[in-house]
């Protein structure tokens, strides 16, 4: 079973840039689809990111640009750069795994990490 462990975030102005990691356990990381999702107050988790094990990415429309999702197999470790941050990234972050992309599209999990909490203001 996967178990992961999020970090990196923090309070940002906007315009700034913070980097998350996910640390991945349990699976052998390198066959596997990792996502990063966020849940803001009052909002459903949604997908931000995904890569496949291939290194494969993809984005929500909101974060293109803006936000590049990469692998470390040999750290079993996936990376969140976000950069030219905004007030409505605000949210907590977290990722997950899967050896199906689809699934880590769907995002319908049992269980998840503590996450890591983005805060962007001035």
């Known amino acids: 079973q996967v178990q992961v462990v999020e970090s990196g975030g923090g309070l940002v102005q906007p315009g700034g840039s913070l980097r998350l990691s996910c640390a991945a356990s349990?699976?052998?990381?390198?066959?596997?689809?990792m996502g990063w999702y966020r849940q803001a107050p009052g909002k459903q988790r949604e997908l931000v990111a995904s890569i496949n094990s291939g290194g494969r990415t993809n984005y929500r429309d909101s974060v293109k640009g803006r936000f590049t999702i990469s692998r470390d197999n040999a750290k079993k470790t996936v990376y969140l750069q976000m950069n030219i941050l905004k007030p409505e990234d605000t949210a907590v972050y977290y990722c997950?795994?899967?050896?199906?992309?689809?699934?880590?599209?769907?995002?319908?999990?049992?269980?998840w990490g503590q996450g890591t909490q983005v805060t962007v203001s001035s």
């Open positions: 349990g699976i052998i990381f390198s066959i596997y689809a």
């Open positions: 997950n795994a899967d050896r199906r992309l689809d699934a880590v599209v769907a995002g319908l999990f049992p269980s």
